[in-house]
């Protein structure tokens, strides 16, 4: 089984920042593509960023500009610096690894923006 263990989550001020980070285990991380999901109560989990193995990234339209995925190799770990918050930033934010078939997700991380 593998094991994604997520951290950063929490509550901050609607303008705020926070760092949601991701480690995964070593015999994934460098080819899978990780990725960040979120959920918020009542509606269906979406894409919030993505990052390739080549550090190929993409966004949703409502973070584009705000959120900033990256990955740190010798670290095994994928970051999520998500600026200007907003009170619909608020979700549970969910690390995901995908390669073909296979997708691994962590327990995700409560984050709150507050008006």
């Known amino acids: 089984q593998v094991q994604l263990v997520e951290s950063g989550g929490g509550l901050v001020q609607a303008g705020g920042s926070l760092r949601l980070s991701c480690l995964a285990p070593?015999?994934?991380?460098?080819?899978?593509?990780m990725a960040w999901y979120r959920q918020a109560p009542g509606n269906q989990r979406e894409l919030v960023a993505i990052?390739?193995?080549?550090?190929?990234?993409n966004y949703a339209d409502s973070v584009k500009g705000r959120f900033t995925i990256s990955r740190d190799n010798a670290k095994n770990t994928v970051y999520l610096n998500m600026n200007s918050l907003k009170p619909e930033d608020t979700a549970v934010y969910y690390c995901?690894?995908?390669?073909?078939?296979?997708?691994?997700w962590g327990q995700g991380t409560q984050v709150t923006v507050s008006s």
């Open positions: 995901n690894a995908h390669l073909g078939r296979y997708d691994h």
């Open positions: 070593g015999s994934i991380f460098n080819i899978y593509i």
């Open positions: 990052i390739t193995s080549g550090d190929n990234t």
